[in-house]
C-alpha cells in the first residue's frame, strides 16, 4: 500500500473552519502539508487552526479571511495569499451557503448562486496563475447530487422569481459541477487535474443556523441517517492525495469512485454559457 504524503505542498481549503472542511483540513495536515484556511469568520478560524494543528501534529497551518459572496473580498484575499506563498498545489473549494429565504448580495446577485459558484469560479480563476507554475496541481470542487433539483435558466439565474432554498442550492451546484468540465477542458496539458466531489449526506450544521424554528426538527431527525463530516471529508482528501487519480480530470466522484453527474451537467452548450455569466458577473478580465 502506498504511503501517502503531502510534505512541501501547501493546500487552500476554503470553509475549512467547519464541518467537512475542517475535517478535510485535519486529514490533509495529517499528511503533511501547509494548509490554509480561507474563512469568513478569522475567530473561527483561528480556533480550528488550533484544532486541526492539535490533531494533525502539524504546526504549519495559516488562515485568511474571504468571504465568497464579495468579489473584493476575494480579491483581497488572493492578493495577501500570493504575497506571502508562490506556489498553491491543491485548492479545495468547499465552502457553500444554504439561505431559506431569497437574498441579495450588495452587487445584486442572489446570495447563494454567489456564494456557491461565483465565489470559487473567481478565486480559482485568480490562483490559476500560481497553480500553473507548481504543478502537477490539484483543484476539488465540492458539489452535490443536489443538482438534481436545479432549474437553471439564462432568463431566471437570480430566482427573481419562483425561489426556493433547494432550487437556488440545486442550480448553484450544478453551476459548479459545470464549471468543473469546463475548467479541466480549458486546463488540459498544464498539468492541474479539476475535479468535482458529491460528499454525501453529512450530519454538519450546514444550513441550521439560518432555518426557520419549523424546519429545525426535520434537519435533527434527518441527521440521523446522515454521514458524519470525518466520512464525508474522505473523498476530498483522496482526490488532493492519492497518486492513484493524477492526471485523472474533469470527473465526479461519489466516495472515491468515479460516477455519472446529470444529464444536464454535461451539455456543453451550458458549459459555455456558465463560464461566460461567472466572467460577466464577477468582472473577470
Known amino acids: 500500500m502506498v504511503k501517502l504524503d503531502l510534505t512541501g505542498k501547501i493546500c487552500l481549503i476554503t470553509g475549512g473552519n467547519a464541518g467537512i472542511g475542517k475535517e478535510t483540513a485535519k486529514g490533509i495536515a495529517k499528511l503533511g502539508a501547509t494548509v490554509i484556511l480561507a474563512c469568513r469568520n478569522l475567530e473561527k478560524g483561528k480556533r480550528a487552526m488550533q484544532e486541526i494543528s492539535q490533531f494533525s501534529g502539524n504546526s504549519n497551518i ?7 459572496s464579495q468579489p473584493e473580498s476575494i480579491r483581497k484575499f488572493v492578493s495577501k495569499f500570493t504575497d506571502k506563498y508562490s506556489q498553491l498545489h491543491i485548492l479545495i473549494n468547499n465552502a457553500a451557503g444554504f439561505f431559506y429565504k431569497r437574498q441579495e448580495t450588495k452587487e445584486g446577485y442572489e446570495l447563494t448562486f454567489a456564494t456557491n459558484y461565483l465565489g470559487p469560479f473567481l478565486l480559482t480563476n485568480l490562483l490559476l496563475d500560481t497553480m500553473k507554475v507548481s504543478s502537477p496541481a490539484r483543484i476539488i470542487n465540492v458539489s452535490s447530487n443536489g443538482q438534481m433539483m436545479a432549474k437553471l435558466t439564462e432568463k431566471n439565474i437570480m430566482l427573481k422569481k419562483g425561489y426556493s432554498s433547494i432550487k437556488a442550492y440545486g442550480n448553484s451546484k450544478l453551476a459548479l459541477t459545470m464549471f468543473t ?3 479541466a477542458h480549458r486546463l488540459n496539458g498544464t498539468g492541474i487535474d479539476v475535479n468535482a466531489v458529491h460528499p454525501g449526506e453529512i450530519k454538519t450544521g450546514f444550513g441550521v443556523s439560518n432555518a ?5 426538527p426535520m434537519h435533527a431527525l434527518g441527521s440521523l441517517f446522515k454521514k458524519t463530516p470525518e466520512k464525508g471529508a474522505i473523498t476530498s482528501i483522496y482526490l488532493a492525495s492519492s497518486p492513484e487519480v493524477e492526471g485523472v480530470t474533469g470527473k465526479y466522484f461519489i466516495k472515491c469512485q468515479p460516477k455519472r453527474s446529470t444529464k444536464k451537467s454535461y451539455n456543453i452548450e451550458w458549459h459555455h454559457k456558465i463560464w461566460a455569466i461567472g466572467k460577466k458577473l464577477t468582472g473577470l478580465q
Open 62 to 68: 495559516d488562515i485568511f479571511e474571504c468571504n465568497l
Open 181 to 183: 468540465y469546463e475548467l
Open 212 to 216: 426557520p424554528w419549523y424546519f429545525k
